[in-house]
């Protein structure tokens, strides 16, 4: 472990670098404490993999096989998106534990400490993604086409980060209210469930709505999934994905300085530690 | 006599725990999100009668999940606050209240189907059918009572698990595909079903459907006590379940932190 002060002497982008490498090692860390592979792959996936099925199982019911996949890719790319998004309970958990008026006045900036605490849930959100991209089309009857899907996996990483860049920017607000820090993660997530293009094309919502939809992740990064899965050219996805990368960039510069005011104003008015 | 005042004292304390922390009532902030996805699955399928089948289930969903996470947390939270050990003391029989506690959640989660039929109306412009008004009511509160026969039972089996997340993740989506909350049982896998018909939700989901699309079989009255009874097998195995780890902790004198 570094000393803080090897870290506070370090030109900025080295000091960030090994906190990144920090981060990486405490949010393993963090994981072996919550699972082992057995109750990750057997509790965790398993009940996720349930989780698509269940919704898949919807869109065969509602209409055919083509609804049914349609949901099915739309609900495996969320599983990434849901888990990312945990960042809002494992940041809203660092404040609990009172680290932050420490990090306040040490050398290094509290920002990406704060910002790369839910890291081991983005890989386990990509893990988990990836595995019913492979496992569930077959198994449900619906199988993707395939090498068309190969590139869709690198998209699903995009997504991911996206997606953990808006859970960012929601913990910042669970940081400074605690109390609601489920309620945060839920009505930040369920919208995207509910309205980005997860189980009906966003062309299903009023007019008005669908520009305000690609504001925020998973809605083009999965256009861009379902584009190259019906064979769509390069030309077709790539300004999907650049799209994708700039929500994700904008939601990332906005928990920035959203996390940033938190100890601002703490230093302000003393409610740094306290405050909630 | 006395243990219906016993409830009926549990179910105020439960109330005005309630008022106090509205995070038990996230589910009705929620519910109508789910709502929102299962209409918009719904509509944009066009499989006719299937609109109830999205109106009913957040429903049933929120009902179940403000169950299973009163069940998780009513154990733990005694614990916590440190009643445990006067609660264990006392003479009320610690079932009671915590089937008392559990039945104000019920209630408040029944709110979750008003909550659905207000987003197919006024999200959906859709015209919801109620045919049968009647069974429908008693399909909603056997739905209830089952729910609590069942949320006690839980209650139970969480005050024995050390891994009571795993538990209470594990036990929502696949007991949705179970419990045919939204896709009927009969379109499951065959040999889902003998699993599917011992969990009450199979039961009382096609039943409240039934009552509103009016596709009642004659039986329905079958299926009624189906429900009911499914849901006191599981009050009657809640209360010896905790009576007995209650007595356990009395003789080892592991009560707070056990």
């Not at chain 1, 199982?57 to 998004?85: H, P, R, W, Y």
């Not at chain 1, 913990?171 to 839920?186: C, D, F, K, M, P």
Request: hydrophobic fraction near 55%; aromatic fraction near 10%; charged fraction near 10%.
């Amino acid at each position: 472990m570094n000393s803080p002060s090897s870290l506070g002497t370090s030109s900025p982008g080295t000091g960030w670098l090994r906190l990144g490498h920090q981060s990486l090692l405490f949010s393993i860390a963090e994981m072996r404490t919550v699972h082992t592979w057995r109750t990750w792959l057997f509790g965790w996936v398993a009940r996720l993999l349930t989780q698509v099925t269940f919704f898949a199982l919807i869109g065969k019911f509602v209409a055919n096989d083509a609804t049914m996949q349609f949901v099915l890719v739309g609900n495996i790319v969320a599983l990434s998106c849901l888990e990312s998004m945990i960042v809002v309970l494992t940041m809203a958990g660092e404040r609990r534990l009172g680290t932050l008026p420490l990090l306040a006045i040490a050398p290094t900036s509290h920002v990406p400490v704060y910002l790369g605490r839910g890291l081991h849930w983005l890989a386990s959100g990509i893990a988990s993604s990836v595995i019913g991209w492979l496992v569930l089309p077959p198994l449900l009857g619906v199988p993707l086409p395939w090498p068309e899907a190969l590139p869709a996996v690198a998209m699903i990483l995009l997504v991911a980060v996206s997606c953990y860049c808006y859970g960012c920017f929601l913990a910042g607000l669970a940081v400074r209210y605690r109390s609601l820090q489920v309620i945060v993660l839920n009505l930040g997530y369920l919208p995207i469930m509910a309205f980005c293009g997860v189980n009906v094309p966003i062309s299903f919502w009023p007019a008005w709505l669908q520009p305000v939809l690609h504001l925020f992740p998973l809605t083009n990064g999965l256009q861009a999934i379902r584009a190259v899965l019906a064979g769509g050219t390069w030309s077709e996805v790539w300004p999907k994905l650049a799209l994708e990368a700039l929500v994700g960039i904008g939601w990332f510069a906005l928990a920035t300085v959203s996390i940033n005011r938190v100890v601002t104003k703490g230093r302000a008015d003393g409610s740094l530690e306290f405050g909630s | 006599m006395n243990a219906l005042r016993v409830i009926a004292a549990a179910f105020r304390l439960q109330l005005a725990i309630t008022r106090r922390s509205p995070g038990h009532l996230m589910i009705l902030l929620t519910s109508p999100l789910f709502s929102v996805i299962f209409l918009s699955l719904v509509v944009s399928g066009q499989r006719s009668g299937t609109l109830v089948n999205g109106v009913l289930a957040p429903g049933l969903i929120g009902l179940w999940l403000m169950s299973l996470d009163l069940a998780a947390s009513i154990i733990e939270e005694e614990r916590w606050a440190g009643r445990m050990e006067l609660l264990v003391a006392s003479l009320t029989p610690v079932s009671l209240v915590v089937f008392g506690r559990i039945g104000v959640v019920i209630l408040a989660g029944a709110l979750t189907f008003f909550e659905s039929w207000l987003v197919a109306v006024v999200g959906f412009g859709a015209d919801v059918p109620l045919e049968r008004p009647g069974v429908f009511v008693v399909a909603i509160l056997a739905t209830c009572f089952a729910m609590a026969g069942t949320a006690t039972l839980l209650a139970a089996v969480f005050i024995k698990s050390r891994a009571l997340h795993v538990f209470q993740n594990a036990l929502t989506y696949p007991f949705y595909i179970l419990g045919g909350v939204l896709v009927p049982v009969a379109l499951l896998p065959g040999w889902l079903e003998p699993l599917s018909r011992v969990i009450f939700l199979s039961w009382s989901a096609d039943l409240l459907r039934g009552s509103m699309s009016g596709n009642l079989p004659d039986a329905w009255p079958a299926w009624i006590a189906m429900t009911i009874g499914l849901g006191a097998a599981a009050l009657v195995a809640g209360f010896l379940l905790i009576n007995r780890i209650i007595d356990q902790s009395r003789e080892t004198a592991h009560v707070g932190h056990s």
